[in-house]
């Protein structure tokens, strides 16, 4: 084994053989994908506004609603790059919580694997990815 050999595509090793997904399968993630994504973006531009709004009329409570919103809409993004929805605490540091979360590494809806952050699609089992 070469020590100075690059970096394999995926995070973590394969499994010996892992089974490809049915097209049906493929079709049932790639909806839950496409619900996390609308869900995502259904809370979190609302809450973007509602925060600035809130801070520039100094009205506390629009903007915690503001963050209360962002912060679900985290949740979802959490869970359409695979991982817990308790990710979306993140979203207390607002843009800098959003950047984390899309750097980390995305997990494999079906069968877990770790990939980069830049991936579209499971090595492992060719199941599609979160954007």
């Known amino acids: 084994?070469?020590?100075?050999?690059?970096?394999?595509a995926s995070i973590e090793p394969h499994a010996a053989s892992v089974e490809q997904i049915s097209p049906e399968r493929r079709l049932e993630i790639q909806k839950k994908l496409?619900?996390?994504?609308?869900?995502?973006?259904?809370?979190?531009?609302?809450?973007?506004v509602l925060q600035s709004v809130?801070?520039?009329?100094?009205?506390?409570a629009i903007?915690?609603?503001?963050?209360?919103?962002?912060?679900?809409a985290l949740v979802y993004y959490a869970k359409m790059r695979g991982r817990s929805g308790a990710w979306g605490i993140v979203g207390l540091g607002?843009?800098?919580?959003?950047?984390?979360?899309?750097?980390?590494?995305?997990h494999?809806?079906?069968c877990e694997a770790k990939h980069?952050?830049?991936?579209k699609g499971?090595?492992?089992?060719?199941?599609?990815?979160?954007?």
């Open 116 to 119: 980069s952050y830049r991936s």
């Open 63 to 72: 903007s915690l609603l503001g963050v209360a919103l962002f912060i679900t």
């Open 94 to 106: 607002t843009c800098i919580g959003l950047a984390l979360l899309y750097f980390l590494p995305k």
């Open 54 to 60: 809130g801070r520039a009329t100094d009205n506390a």
């Open 108 to 110: 494999c809806l079906n």
């Open 34 to 48: 496409s619900r996390f994504s609308t869900l995502s973006f259904l809370f979190g531009l609302p809450g973007i």
């Open 122 to 131: 499971c090595d492992r089992c060719g199941a599609p990815l979160g954007s």
């Open 1 to 8: 084994m070469n020590p100075y050999a690059p970096p394999t």
